[in-house]
């Protein structure tokens, strides 16, 4: 059994900031890649951010130069730090790992998402 757990999301203005830690535990082995999507209202989830256990990192076009994700692979904790939100930024952000157990399997685990809202 593994577990994704979120913290982090809130209420900012635009331009204001927010940091979203997920942290991993349970039988882990090892964790693969890590990543953030978010969903908002009325839409599909999204990839927002993924970052490889060995600290290569993506983005979705949306957020490039503004979010910046990181890892810390001894607490098996994933972040996402969000600089000058915008409106259009509000979702809620869940958490995905693929985490070697050590059963072991290889599972793909998601948190229960956390909300982000940027209101003016």
């Known amino acids: 059994q593994v577990q994704l757990v979120e913290s982090g999301g809130g209420l900012v203005q635009p331009g204001g900031s927010l940091r979203l830690s997920c942290a991993a535990s349970?039988?882990?082995?090892?964790?693969?890649?890590m990543g953030w999507y978010r969903q908002a209202p009325g839409k599909e989830r999204e990839l927002v951010a993924g970052?490889?256990?060995?600290?290569?990192?993506n983005y979705a076009d949306s957020v490039k130069g503004r979010f910046t994700i990181s890892r810390d692979n001894v607490k098996n904790t994933v972040y996402l730090q969000m600089n000058s939100l915008k409106p259009e930024d509000t979702a809620v952000y869940y958490c995905?790992?693929?985490?070697?157990?050590?059963?072991?399997?290889?599972?793909?685990?998601w948190g229960q998402g956390t909300l982000v809202t940027v209101y003016s």
């Open positions: 995905n790992a693929v985490i070697v157990t050590t059963g072991p399997s290889i599972v793909g685990s």
């Open positions: 349970g039988s882990i082995s090892s964790i693969n890649a």
């Open positions: 970052i490889t256990s060995g600290g290569s990192t």
